[in-house]
């Protein structure tokens, strides 16, 4: 709680000391000073900073993030059609993230310095290493533009229109309908995007895993389970992944919180209309209301994810439950 | 004929330069309801070698002589027939019970989890005979632990419940490494005399490995003493702690505090240290450090020969020098 109030203070004070003039940046060239003048105004920006952010302190507790002075519409409300554009986003990349990355890591600790192991860990180097925005603009020209498998961008195609709004995220939304052609095409443009975005945690997750595999493969326990004579399967999953298991949660839980926080260039990219698009429109044109809601979403994020990831760690780590 | 026969069992180890060999040409054998020794510092490969019995060995290691098993040879099983025999037939206790023991699994899991694999019991049936032995090793509250984990008990309970993990789908013979090593000197006495009471009531066989001649001399009933990879002496204990033969073995006992004796006599500890296992000295490898040693000692590799119902290998023999 004091966390969340620090980081609103910071992103706050931050957003609106950057050098820059937010009426020059929305006034087009060359405003009249009335014009200036009228739309500090408006946006409270003629009054001191403490005064500014006081005010900020009690409209956040009003649920009133301000008024984005792009969309002009209020940020709370930008942003909730934002976070769940990002969220399914987000949550199908970390799905395939967590399963190849989880599977490569453990095959690759099981086969050690074979073949496999090598090739994997090549591919988990140039994961991590690969410029995402690369990434994306190869993906496009090859998987778009010279093959057509999948969409160029945006969350439908153009001829179907988008489910009633439930939770936000249209492949949800759209089965919850029982609208399965729109489930599909929503499904078809979401997964090129959340590849790319999933190829940097899939080498991260590959290599945590692979050594906190094979850490956890020297201790003494794993030979008595081998000495139980467990099954191979039981030995694989029951004892060495169960035992990497709390490593590998916290790793996914950070790169959760950054796929959530951190797809700017991959939304702009695929011209997905979530949080990092919203995020960098606003810095473009310094809109700081909704630079200022931004941040404060990211700080949630991350705080959430940590709450989550502790408390996970608990449920499958018992030396570390409280009793 | 014997319950276990190890025949000429050598281990090779991969090293940066080419195999090592660890285990070079080591025979014994353990009896129906004895309790057999293999005594030796650390490094003289007795450890491998009872891995080696239960297929346990590290990647790559290579195995040749025979391991006849109620008459079959386990050095030739398929992994899948060895799985079988793990746990099973002989199980295996191991020097930390700190270590040993799965920290995220509960009790009640690393008792029956091997249970119901190999006897193919139910849930309850699994539970009951869980349950029953607790008991047997003394645990206090028997029901209540099945659902606690390892950091819930000491160091001298959890090998109890190791000793109940080995013993559960009533193995013929049980390896035990270095049971008592890890454990405090007070413990000790009570695991030693929990494991002898089991074998005589379960008509269990023992694979005793440990470099504590004491703890040796309280319950095995043969034993033989390892140098460097090798068997150097082996006979009835009570015998060969009298009146060892080889003059390793003297050196060993000469090291041991006779707190009982209570007199002055000084512990002698073996001059210089053992050899590295990738550069063993020829002829026998205990002659730089043997006091005894003669002409033909650094040239000649002494046979392991009957002697008075025992077997030596060396052909200076202390106690004919002594006298």
Same mark, same amino acid.
């Given at each position: 709680?004091?966390?969340?109030? @620090?980081?609103?203070?910071?992103?706050?004070?931050?957003?609106?000391?950057?050098? @820059?003039?937010?009426?020059?940046?929305? $006034?087009?060239?060359?405003?009249?000073?009335?014009?200036?003048?009228?739309?500090?105004?408006?946006?409270?920006?003629?009054? !001191?900073?403490? =005064?500014?952010?006081?005010?900020?302190?009690?409209?956040?507790? #009003?649920?009133?993030?301000?008024?984005? #002075?792009?969309?002009?519409?209020? =940020?709370?409300?930008?942003?909730?059609?934002?976070?769940?554009?990002?969220?399914?986003?987000?949550?199908?990349?970390?799905?395939?993230?967590?399963?190849?990355?989880?599977?490569?890591? $453990?095959?690759?600790?099981?086969? %050690?310095?074979?073949?496999?192991?090598?090739?994997?860990?090549?591919?988990?180097?140039?994961?991590?290493?690969?410029?995402?925005?690369?990434?994306?603009?190869?993906?496009?020209?090859?998987?778009?533009?010279?093959? +057509?498998?999948?969409?160029?961008?945006? %969350?439908?195609?153009?001829?179907?229109?988008? &489910?009633?709004?439930?939770?936000?995220?249209?492949?949800?939304?759209?089965?919850?309908?029982?609208?399965?052609?729109?489930?599909?095409?929503?499904?078809?443009?979401?997964?090129?995007?959340?590849?790319?975005?999933?190829?940097?945690?899939?080498?991260? *997750?590959?290599?945590?895993?692979?050594?906190?595999?094979?850490?956890?493969?020297?201790?003494?326990?794993?030979?008595?389970?081998?000495?139980? @004579?467990?099954?191979?399967?039981?030995?694989?999953?029951?004892?060495?992944?169960?035992?990497?298991?709390?490593?590998?949660?916290?790793?996914?839980?950070?790169?959760?919180?950054?796929?959530?926080?951190?797809?700017?260039?991959?939304?702009?990219?695929?011209?997905?209309?979530?949080?990092? /698009?919203?995020?960098? #429109?606003?810095?473009?044109? $310094?809109?700081?209301?909704?630079?200022?809601? =931004?941040?404060?979403?990211?700080?949630?994020?991350?705080?959430?994810?940590?709450?989550?990831?502790?408390?996970?760690?608990?449920?499958?780590?018992?030396?570390?439950?409280?009793? | 004929?014997?319950?276990?026969?190890?025949?000429?069992?050598?281990?090779?180890?991969?090293?940066?330069?080419? !195999?090592?060999?660890?285990?070079?040409? =080591?025979?014994?054998?353990?009896?129906?309801?004895?309790?057999?020794?293999?005594?030796?510092?650390?490094?003289?490969?007795?450890?491998?070698?009872?891995?080696?019995?239960? +297929?346990?060995? &590290?990647?790559?290691?290579?195995?040749?002589?025979?391991?006849?098993?109620?008459?079959?040879?386990?050095?030739?099983?398929?992994?899948?027939?060895?799985?079988?025999?793990?746990?099973?037939?002989?199980?295996?206790?191991?020097?930390?019970?700190?270590?040993?023991?799965?920290?995220?699994?509960?009790?009640?899991?690393?008792?029956?989890?091997?249970?119901? /694999?190999?006897?193919?019991?139910?849930?309850?049936?699994?539970?009951? %005979?869980?349950?029953?032995?607790?008991?047997?090793?003394?645990?206090?509250?028997?029901?209540?632990?099945?659902?606690?984990?390892?950091?819930?008990?000491?160091?001298?309970?959890?090998?109890?419940?190791?000793?109940?993990?080995?013993?559960?789908?009533? !193995?013929?013979?049980?390896?035990?490494?270095?049971?008592?090593?890890?454990?405090?000197?007070?413990? /000790?006495?009570?695991?030693?005399?929990?494991?002898?009471?089991?074998?005589?009531?379960?008509?269990?066989?023992?694979?005793?490995?440990?470099?504590?001649?004491?703890?040796?001399?309280?319950?095995?009933?043969?034993?033989?003493?390892?140098?460097?990879?090798?068997?150097?002496?082996?006979?009835?204990?009570?015998?060969?702690?009298?009146?060892?033969?080889?003059?390793?073995?003297?050196? *060993?006992?000469?090291?041991?505090?006779?707190?009982?004796?209570?007199?002055?006599?000084?512990?002698?500890?073996?001059?210089?240290? !053992? &050899?590295? &296992?990738?550069?063993?000295?020829?002829?026998? %490898?205990?002659?730089?450090?043997?006091?005894?040693?003669?002409?033909?000692?650094?040239? #000649?590799?002494? /046979?392991?020969?009957?002697?008075?119902?025992?077997?030596?290998?060396?052909?200076?023999?202390?106690?004919?020098?002594?006298?």
């Amino acid at each position: 709680m004091a966390l969340s109030i @620090g980081i609103v203070v910071v992103s706050f004070v931050l957003t609106h000391m950057v050098p @820059g003039n937010p009426a020059l940046a929305n $006034l087009g060239q060359n405003p009249t000073p009335s014009e200036i003048r009228v739309f500090d105004q408006r946006n409270g920006l003629d009054k !001191p900073l403490p =005064v500014q952010l006081g005010l900020y302190f009690v409209h956040l507790l #009003q649920g009133n993030l301000g008024t984005s #002075q792009q969309t002009g519409d209020p =940020v709370a409300h930008d942003l909730s059609m934002a976070i769940p554009a990002t969220a399914e986003l987000a949550i199908t990349s970390i799905v395939i993230a967590l399963i190849f990355g989880v599977g490569f890591g $453990l095959v690759a600790a099981l086969r %050690r310095d074979g073949v496999t192991d090598f090739v994997l860990r090549i591919l988990s180097l140039v994961g991590v290493s690969v410029p995402t925005f690369w990434l994306a603009l190869i993906a496009l020209y090859l998987l778009f533009f010279k093959l +057509g498998i999948f969409p160029g961008g945006s %969350r439908l195609s153009p001829t179907d229109t988008a &489910p009633p709004h439930v939770t936000g995220m249209y492949t949800v939304d759209a089965l919850l309908a029982g609208r399965w052609s729109t489930f599909w095409d929503a499904l078809h443009h979401l997964l090129m995007p959340a590849m790319i975005l999933a190829a940097a945690n899939m080498g991260l *997750l590959t290599r945590y895993t692979r050594s906190a595999v094979l850490e956890v493969m020297e201790h003494d326990y794993i030979r008595a389970a081998k000495a139980k @004579g467990l099954s191979r399967r039981t030995v694989v999953f029951g004892h060495i992944l169960r035992a990497a298991l709390p490593s590998i949660v916290t790793v996914i839980g950070l790169a959760f919180a950054n796929v959530m926080t951190g797809a700017v260039l991959v939304e702009n990219i695929f011209s997905w209309p979530g949080i990092g /698009q919203y995020g960098y #429109q606003s810095s473009t044109t $310094l809109d700081l209301p909704a630079i200022a809601g =931004v941040s404060l979403f990211i700080a949630v994020v991350y705080v959430v994810v940590n709450f989550v990831v502790d408390v996970l760690y608990g449920v499958l780590d018992p030396r570390v439950r409280v009793e | 004929m014997s319950l276990l026969e190890v025949e000429n069992l050598r281990v090779h180890l991969p090293g940066a330069s080419g !195999p090592v060999t660890v285990v070079d040409g =080591v025979d014994f054998a353990v009896e129906e309801g004895q309790v057999f020794g293999l005594a030796g510092e650390s490094g003289s490969g007795k450890t491998m070698s009872a891995l080696a019995v239960l +297929g346990l060995l &590290p990647r790559r290691a290579q195995v040749e002589g025979r391991i006849i098993y109620r008459g079959r040879d386990l050095v030739a099983l398929r992994e899948r027939e060895m799985r079988s025999v793990r746990g099973r037939e002989i199980a295996m206790i191991f020097q930390d019970p700190m270590t040993s023991l799965h920290p995220m699994l509960t009790v009640g899991r690393a008792l029956s989890e091997h249970l119901r /694999q190999h006897l193919k019991l139910s849930r309850a049936d699994a539970q009951r %005979r869980a349950v029953e032995l607790l008991e047997e090793v003394r645990i206090p509250d028997p029901e209540g632990s099945l659902r606690s984990y390892p950091h819930h008990f000491s160091g001298g309970m959890r090998q109890r419940i190791a000793i109940a993990v080995a013993l559960i789908c009533n !193995p013929s013979i049980v390896i035990a490494d270095e049971p008592t090593t890890a454990l405090d000197v007070t413990v /000790q006495a009570g695991i030693l005399g929990l494991l002898d009471r089991l074998r005589q009531e379960n008509g269990l066989s023992v694979l005793l490995i440990t470099h504590d001649l004491g703890v040796m001399s309280s319950i095995a009933d043969r034993v033989s003493v390892m140098y460097a990879g090798r068997i150097v002496e082996s006979g009835a204990t009570a015998e060969m702690m009298q009146r060892p033969r080889h003059p390793y073995t003297e050196g *060993l006992l000469s090291a041991l505090p006779h707190p009982e004796a209570g007199d002055e006599r000084p512990l002698v500890a073996i001059p210089g240290s !053992p &050899p590295a &296992p990738t550069d063993p000295p020829p002829g026998c %490898r205990f002659h730089p450090r043997c006091t005894y040693a003669v002409d033909s000692c650094r040239t #000649q590799v002494p /046979q392991l020969v009957e002697v008075d119902a025992r077997r030596l290998a060396c052909p200076v023999d202390p106690l004919a020098v002594k006298v």
